[in-house]
């Protein structure tokens, strides 16, 4: 499955924001704690170079708590502040103000010395579609400042969030990459809803999120009377073991079409639903060990 999705506006969006970061003393960057590695985007690191960052594990309520802590630590090891958030709800949001404030110290304590006492810490809040930035953005300011949407590509353009006397936000749209060179990045955004559902087939898409949950959190799949996992069997790839479990909890759920065939294809779309909404438990897809590969 070769996912690619890189509108014309993504690449305006990165000129701008190559522009946009002489005005701002920080790069807010969030992730999808679900999955640290496939929601950062590459480029990033690059356009911003040495700006201090702040990485936020948003969702992280919908993730492996170990996973969360293990990513926490990779990315301080790094050098980057860390905050874990869920910003539907708003948990961890209230951090997020004296998180940015702790990770530029040393630069508030030369401003003092200077005399800009007062001067509002600027922030540049960036991540892939979907991420849940402007969720965020909405919580961190009390009010429906930004679009907010569950999917991707809401965010078109530029806008400044004042917060409050000492903080104001610049919002970016979404920026993926030109190209995926793991075809489990693609797999992974997918997954989350980072990219549109129209341009790949769901029922394949639903055969490898099985699959890797049957590998992995096997007692998620409980959620589809799938008490036990059938094995994957010698020679089968993936998509082939991650139809037959798909299949038998299409059965078992009751899901089928004229004819009497089991309807994978709806239940696929109920599982992605049910993954992306958090209904069948706290996962990480991905551990830091992969990003050292």
Same mark, same amino acid.
């Given at each position: 499955?070769?996912?690619?999705?890189?509108?014309?506006?993504?690449?305006?969006?990165? %000129?701008?924001?190559?522009?946009?970061?002489?005005?701002?003393?920080?790069?807010?960057?969030?992730?999808?704690?679900?999955?640290?590695?496939?929601?950062?985007?590459?480029?990033?690191?690059?356009?911003?170079?040495? @700006?201090? %960052?702040?990485?936020?594990?948003?969702?992280?309520?919908?993730?492996?708590?170990?996973?969360? !802590?293990?990513?926490?630590?990779?990315?301080?090891?790094?050098?980057?502040?860390?905050?874990?958030?869920?910003?539907?709800?708003?948990?961890?949001?209230?951090?997020?103000?004296?998180?940015? !404030?702790?990770?530029?110290?040393?630069?508030?304590?030369?401003?003092?010395?200077?005399?800009?006492?007062?001067?509002?810490?600027?922030?540049?809040?960036?991540?892939?579609?979907?991420?849940?930035?402007?969720?965020?953005?909405? @919580?961190?300011?009390?009010?429906?400042?930004? @679009?907010?949407?569950?999917?991707?590509?809401?965010?078109?353009?530029?806008?400044?969030?004042?917060?409050?006397?000492?903080?104001?936000?610049?919002?970016?749209?979404?920026?993926?990459?030109?190209?995926?060179?793991?075809?489990?990045?693609?797999?992974? #955004?997918?997954?989350?809803?980072?990219?549109?559902?129209?341009?790949?087939?769901?029922?394949?898409?639903?055969?490898?999120?099985?699959?890797? #949950?049957?590998?992995?959190?096997?007692?998620?799949?409980?959620?589809? @009377?799938?008490?036990?996992?059938?094995?994957?069997?010698?020679?089968?790839?993936?998509?082939?073991?991650?139809?037959?479990?798909?299949?038998?909890?299409?059965?078992? %759920?009751?899901? !089928?079409?004229?004819?009497?065939?089991?309807?994978?294809?709806?239940?696929?779309?109920?599982?992605?639903?049910?993954?992306?909404?958090?209904?069948?438990?706290?996962?990480?897809?991905?551990?830091?060990?992969?990003?050292?590969?």
């Amino acid at each position: 499955m070769n996912i690619q999705w890189y509108p014309g506006h993504m690449t305006k969006t990165r %000129r701008q924001m190559e522009a946009d970061l002489k005005l701002v003393d920080i790069v807010v960057e969030l992730v999808d704690a679900r999955i640290p590695l496939s929601s950062r985007n590459p480029d990033i690191d690059a356009i911003c170079g040495q @700006k201090p %960052r702040l990485v936020v594990l948003n969702r992280a309520d919908q993730a492996d708590p170990e996973g969360n !802590r293990a990513w926490g630590a990779w990315f301080r090891g790094k050098g980057f502040a860390v905050l874990e958030t869920d910003a539907k709800t708003g948990k961890g949001v209230g951090q997020f103000g004296p998180a940015v !404030r702790e990770a530029l110290k040393e630069q508030i304590a030369r401003w003092r010395e200077k005399g800009l006492v007062g001067r509002p810490v600027r922030a540049m809040v960036v991540g892939v579609p979907n991420v849940g930035k402007s969720t965020f953005i909405n @919580k961190v300011a009390g009010r429906k400042s930004a @679009k907010a949407g569950d999917r991707p590509g809401v965010t078109r353009g530029k806008q400044w969030v004042h917060v409050d006397q000492g903080l104001d936000l610049l919002d970016t749209p979404g920026i993926l990459w030109p190209k995926f060179e793991d075809e489990r990045t693609g797999l992974h #955004l997918a997954f989350t809803g980072a990219v549109k559902d129209d341009i790949m087939d769901v029922e394949t898409l639903g055969c490898h999120l099985m699959a890797l #949950l049957g590998a992995r959190y096997p007692a998620a799949l409980s959620a589809y @009377k799938l008490e036990a996992v059938p094995a994957q069997e010698e020679g089968e790839n993936e998509v082939a073991w991650g139809y037959r479990l798909l299949e038998r909890c299409a059965q078992n %759920r009751g899901m !089928r079409i004229s004819g009497g065939e089991c309807d994978t294809e709806r239940m696929a779309r109920v599982l992605l639903d049910e993954f992306r909404g958090g209904k069948l438990g706290r996962f990480t897809l991905e551990l830091p060990e992969e990003a050292e590969r």
